[in-house]
Structure formats: structure tokens, C-alpha cells
């Protein structure tokens, strides 16, 4: 029959389905009963019947492709019947899959069937679909699809309502759409303005949203609302530009503009502005909500992605451990963050699972990266074995590291000392001797056992020293004396005379200076020497007077306690004053600094009782907040701006946390800090001038 040869020279003519990527398959023709029982027929020129096909748009691209594929085989020489496939064409050579499985999926699968799946998926996913096929965005954005998007929203962890606002694509295109609703840079965008129900970049924060106070934005709005508070802000930081504050929507102003002069009563004017004052309460909670909600969102995703690189990077470690490398990448972690090639290597630290095919495409260049590491290594630790030098550099690096974590306000040996020390002369020969006596673990061992003992036998002798040199002046003086406000010593060997207070001299770099000690490793830290020290007269005679304005007592009166004082001196041979004016700027510090200025200029002292706009003065923030100050508690160092946190996170169990609340200033929490007696007098505080008002 015709009917049935018909249907066999379509079915030669559509090829076999192929999954070869570089090659695009030719989809077989589908035609349903439908279709055929509403052919017309006509009697051909034989007598016999023949359909009579009507001209339909898939017809014509059969029939072009067709004999597309019929030119193809007789070019080649190749029958018809036999070709199969064609070459794919560019857009699709890297896309992965069936071509048009989507479309399949809104023809043949059932409503209800594609309902359930769709309730399966987040909005972000339902919003993605929606723009992959025409017959999608049809089912996802009709009225009846409400349900799909409700049960979306249901499947994310935590997401606010849907506002009133907003309809499910657009809310769901604020959530999950991490791009810049306004370039559309396709760069990654967590910048969230949930006032204005939009995402935008920093770039375009500043190019497109105003100022509340900007001139041309206040006055394009009408007076009748200007007080209302109904347009929505955002508060933005903007890095680049250096701008915290707050911005406005141009866009929603015009069109709230549009409906309040649609009105025409003041009565519904005013409703109108009740109104929206209303809706901006109701969206800035919801916006509070939704914030928390990304945070939140991120936060998880980030904790995931760390998750997986840490997984990533075990799972590299085992591997490794099966060919023989793992050891020496252990050896690479232990070490300093700052050189940790190997977790910090772009094949470890990714955020993938490592797979059995992903292995073998990094194999070879981690053993390259490892083998390269044991080569320098090795050569290291050679050289450590050949060089003296190294030894005592790598026990100078562990005995430094204990002292900053010792109490310096306390006279503390140098290295020099504790290498003459009789009882380390043994530990000296096993670092010779054994390869193992080089780890800084077995140093620090035996540092820790045999330097309480050093210190009890070497402090008291050099304590005397100090009060031997405060005699000369003071013939009776005891040791209880260094402690006093009073008591200055000074160094004679650098270019301009040092002022020293106790115990600041056992930290001096002058005072382990010694070009006689023979011993090449210790030419930079020998025994300590009180040779190049003297007892300040002139000093001293000025902390006296200091101790006096502040009305204490200076035979009994610390060091320390003139901190807590934090004195304030006034320089007057510092005051600056224009000529023919009788006011102009003067100069004044905190205690200690005036005992490192200039010996011959004049102070006036009055204790702390300057005036208040003299104190207001003072700047709030230092600009030696980077220096050092040390823990009262563990004596470890840390910066200035740094030392509140560190008590809040390492010593909250001993320190009322009270005293910590809204940062407080330095001085208010004085007992639980003190300035590193490695730190130089000129370097504590800073000075300021106060500037009079001319008359």
C-alpha cells in the first residue's frame, strides 16, 4: 500500500540516534494517528491513491533535511539510506546531554507527574527552568503554578514569606539570581538591597542611587511628603569610594512622586502617605529578616565549601600515603602557614571532591611539588649538620620565643648568659653530637628545665650590679630602690645618652654588645654588662619633681604607679606663639616621655588637673597603637589595639567583662596591662599640642 511505503521511506530517511558529541543527530519524525487519519487523498496518474500531505512547518524542515542528506550522500558517494549523521553545529558542540530533553519532558510526561517534580526544587532552580523552553515559562509563570512555587520555598531551610510586594519569580529572583540587577556584570553579587528589592554592585551603588541630602534628589519630591519618612534607604559601604552612609531609590521616588500628585484631596493624600509608611515598616522588617536569612545562607555555604576542601585535601593525603609521599607533605603542613605550598597548592585547595580520575590528573604534579620540597629540605638539613651557625641560630629562635612569653618585668638573662651557664655546656655537646638534639622541641625541653635555675643564680648577682652603679650617687641605696619613679640610669655607648628605667636596661641592645666575647655564634647577644651604664642625676632629679606635682610621695612611689598616674607635663620652652600675638600652640605629653625630652627645656607639671579642652585635645586614637604592650596575665605581647580582644578571648574567666564592654580605653583597664620593657621611653605615648584661640 501507499500508506505503509510512505511510512518506510521516512523511517530510511531519519538516521539512528548517536551520543558522538562532535555530531549532531537527526531527530526521527513522529506522526501520530491523528495525523495520518486527517491526510486527504487523490487519485494519482496510475489510478491508483496517493496521499495528498498538507504543507506544515515541520514538513519543510523534513524535506530541506532531507535533502540536505541526500546532496551529502551523493557527494560522497555514500547512499542515502546509510547516512546517519552530520556535523554538529558550533553552539552545540560542547553542550552536554540530549538536545531538547526539556522540551520532551513538557510533551510526553504527564502535568501531575511534572507538578511533583517541580515541588522538589527551590525557587532558584523553578526560576532557571522557566527560561530553557517556552512551553516551561508558560507552565512556571501561570496562575495555576502558584503551588510549584509555595512548595519550592517550603524546600529552603529558614526563607522568610513571600511580601506583599512581590510575586514568586521576582522574589525568587532577588534571592538566587547573584548578579547585578543593574550592569547585569555576570561577576558574583551578595550585595542585597532589600529596601529597593534589588542587587547591586559597588560600582553602581555610587553611580546610581543618591544621597538622602543630595540637593537634586530633596527637591524633586514634593513638599507634602518631605517630612512623610516614606521613600525607602539602604545603608551601604562602599570600599572603593570610601562612603558609609545611607542611599535612596531616584526610581521608586518618581513613581511614588506619580500616584501622590495623582491625588486630588489632601485628606487622601494623607491616607496615601499613612499608607506607605505602613508598607516601608512592613519591608524594612522583612528586609531585616531576609538579611539574616543570607547571612546565614552564606555562612553555611561557606562552612560547605571549607568542609570540602578539607575532605579534598585528606582524601590527597591517603592517596599519597599508598605511593609513599604522605610523610613528606605532614612535613609541609606542620610547618608556617605563610609556607605551606602544599595546602595552599591550586590542585589541593579546591572546593571538588577528589575523584579516581581526578587523581591521576594531579598525581604526577603533586610528587613533583613534593619531591622538590624534600630536595630543599634535605639540603636544609645538611647544611644545619655542617654549619655551627645554624645551631645556635635555631636555639636563639626557641630561647626568644620563651622569653616573650616570660615576665619581662623582671630582669631576664640573654643568650649569652645562658650559654656560659656550666650546666648548659652538656646540652651544647648533644646539639653537636645528635642529629635530634637540632629540633627546636628539644631545645625548648631543656630550656624549660634549666633556666629557672640560670635566673635564680644570675639575677641577684646582676641586680647587684645595678645598685653597686645607683650608690656612686646614692650611697644608700638597696635593691627596693630600682623600682622607684626616681631612679634613671643612662647608656654611655649610644650616639645620644639613652634613658633607661628599671628593669629596662636587661633588654638594652648596648648591654649585649661585647666585642671581647670570642665566641663567633654570640657577637650579637653575649652575657649582659652594666659597663656602659651610669646613674642619671639629671633624670632622676626630674621624675622627682614630676612625683612631687602629682603630689606622691617619691621615697615610696614606682615606676609603675606613675603609670596608673598617667601624669600629663607641659612644655613651655615647646610653646609656639606667632609674633605680635600673645596665644599660639603648647606642647604637652604623658608620663613617661618627658623623662626622654630635652633636659634643658622648661615644664610646668600640674598633675592631671589640666583643663578639659586641653585634654580633649589628646587624640583618642594613637598613632602608636601598633606598638607593643603585654598581657598581665599570659605576658605576652600585642598590639595596643589588639589588647582588649585577646582578654576578652583568652582570659575571661579571671577579668570582670564588664570592664571590657564598648572598648574601653587603655587607661581605664590599666591592671590588666603594661608597657614591654623592651619598648623605649621616647616610644611610649605620643605628645599633642593644644592650639589657643587667638583674641
Not at 502535568?111 to 525557587?123: A, K, Q, T
Not at 532577588?174 to 561577576?187: A, K, S, T, V, W
Not at 607639671?605 to 586641653?614: L, M, Q
Request: positive net charge; glycine residues 4%; proline residues 5%.
Amino acid at each position: 500500500m501507499v500508506r505503509r511505503s510512505l511510512r518506510i521511506q521516512e523511517k530510511e530517511l531519519a538516521p539512528v540516534q548517536s551520543h558522538d558529541l562532535g555530531e549532531v543527530t537527526v531527530p526521527r519524525k513522529r506522526v501520530t494517528r491523528d495525523a495520518e487519519d486527517s491526510e486527504d487523498y487523490a487519485e494519482d496518474s496510475d489510478g491508483g491513491v496517493a496521499p495528498i500531505r498538507r504543507k506544515r512547518k515541520r514538513s519543510k524542515k523534513a524535506a530541506n533535511l532531507k535533502s540536505k542528506v541526500e546532496s551529502s550522500s551523493k557527494d560522497e558517494g555514500v547512499p542515502a539510506a546509510r547516512t546517519k549523521k552530520q556535523n554538529m553545529p558550533e553552539q552545540f558542540k560542547k553542550v552536554r546531554g540530549k538536545l531538547g530533553l526539556l522540551e520532551r519532558v513538557t510533551k510526553d510526561v504527564p502535568m501531575d507527574v511534572i507538578f511533583e517534580i517541580f515541588g522538589h526544587l527551590d525557587p532558584g532552580d523553578l526560576l532557571h527552568l522557566a527560561r530553557t523552553s517556552r512551553d516551561l515559562r508558560d507552565i512556571l509563570m501561570s496562575k495555576s503554578s502558584e503551588g510549584i512555587w509555595r512548595a519550592a520555598r517550603r524546600n529552603v531551610e529558614g526563607l522568610p514569606p513571600l511580601p506583599n510586594d512581590l510575586n514568586e519569580p521576582q522574589y525568587a529572583h532577588l534571592l538566587f539570581e547573584p548578579y547585578c540587577h543593574i550592569c547585569r556584570y555576570p561577576g558574583r553579587c551578595d550585595n542585597v538591597l532589600w529596601n529597593f528589592r534589588m542587587r547591586a554592585c559597588q560600582k553602581c551603588v555610587v553611580a546610581t542611587f543618591p544621597s538622602p541630602r543630595d540637593l537634586e534628589y530633596t527637591e524633586a519630591q514634593p513638599r507634602g511628603w518631605i517630612l512623610g519618612g516614606i521613600l525607602p534607604v539602604e545603608l551601604i559601604s562602599v570600599k572603593k569610594a570610601g562612603h558609609y552612609g545611607y542611599f535612596g531609590n531616584r526610581e521608586i521616588m518618581e513613581r511614588f512622586k506619580t500616584e501622590y500628585e495623582a491625588l486630588q484631596t489632601e485628606e487622601d493624600r494623607q491616607a496615601w502617605i499613612v499608607r506607605k509608611k505602613c508598607e516601608r515598616k512592613v519591608i524594612q522588617e522583612h528586609g531585616r529578616l531576609c538579611e539574616q536569612w543570607n547571612k546565614r545562607r552564606l555562612g553555611n555555604r561557606a562552612d560547605e565549601l571549607r568542609a570540602i576542601r578539607s575532605e579534598r585535601k585528606e582524601s590527597i593525603l591517603i592517596r599519597l600515603g599508598e605511593i609513599g609521599w604522605r610523610d613528606e607533605a605532614e612535613k609541609i603542613l606542620i610547618g608556617p602557614s605563610s609556607r605551606d605550598n602544599f595546602s595552599n597548592h591550586k590542585l589541593v585547595k579546591q572546593s571538588k571532591k577528589l575523584t579516581a580520575h581526578g587523581w591521576n590528573s594531579i598525581k604526577n604534579e603533586l610528587v613533583k611539588l613534593l619531591s622538590g620540597h624534600k630536595r630543599e629540605r634535605t639540603a636544609e638539613e645538611r647544611s644545619c649538620l655542617l654549619s655551627e651557625t645554624s645551631r645556635f641560630n635555631r636555639l636563639h629562635k626557641v630561647f626568644s620565643e620563651l622569653r616573650l612569653e616570660s615576665d619581662l618585668r623582671e630582669p631576664f638573662p640573654s643568650l649569652g648568659d645562658v650559654l656560659a651557664y656550666d650546666a648548659f655546656e652538656g646540652v651544647i655537646q648533644d646539639m653537636f653530637k645528635d642529629e635530634n638534639g637540632l629540633s627546636e622541641i628539644f631545645l625548648r625541653s631543656k630550656l624549660l628545665i634549666l633556666l629557672p635555675k640560670i635566673i635564680e643564680e644570675w639575677r641577684p648577682a646582676k641586680i647587684q650590679e645595678l645598685v653597686d652603679i645607683m650608690q656612686i650617687s646614692r650611697p644608700a641605696a638597696t635593691a627596693d630602690d630600682l623600682y622607684l619613679a626616681t631612679t634613671m640610669f643612662e647608656c654611655t655607648c649610644c650616639y645620644s645618652p639613652t634613658t633607661l628605667y628599671y628593669p629596662q636596661m636587661f633588654h638594652h641592645k648596648c648591654c649585649t654588645k661585647n666585642k671581647e666575647f670570642e665566641d663567633p655564634p654570640l657577637h650579637y647577644e653575649c652575657p649582659w654588662s652594666s659597663k656602659q651604664l651610669v646613674f642619671s642625676d639629671a633624670r632622676s632629679r626630674m621624675a622627682k619633681t614630676i612625683v612631687e606635682a602629682c603630689s606622691l610621695n617619691p621615697t615610696i612611689t614606682t615606676f609603675a604607679d606613675m603609670f596608673s598616674v598617667n601624669a600629663l607635663v607641659e612644655c613651655q620652652s615647646c610653646q609656639w606663639k606667632p609674633q605680635g600675638t600673645s596665644k599660639g600652640s603648647r606642647f604637652f605629653m604623658r608620663w613617661p616621655l618627658p623623662l626622654a625630652h630635652d633636659i634643658g627645656h622648661l615644664f610646668a607639671i600640674n598633675g592631671t588637673a589640666f583643663d578639659e579642652k586641653i585634654l580633649a585635645c589628646e587624640s583618642s586614637v594613637w598613632s602608636s597603637a601598633f606598638l607593643p604592650i603585654c598581657c598581665a596575665y599570659c605576658h605576652k605581647a600585642h598590639e595596643c589595639n589588639a589588647i582588649v580582644d585577646h582578654l576578652k578571648d583568652q582570659h575571661s574567666n579571671v577579668i570582670n567583662a564588664e570592664e571590657l564592654e564598648n572598648k574601653p580605653k587603655l587607661q581605664a583597664i590599666r591592671q590588666h596591662w603594661y608597657w614591654s620593657t623592651r619598648l623605649p621611653i621616647e616610644n611610649i605615648g605620643v605628645p599633642f599640642r593644644y592650639k589657643e584661640n587667638s583674641t
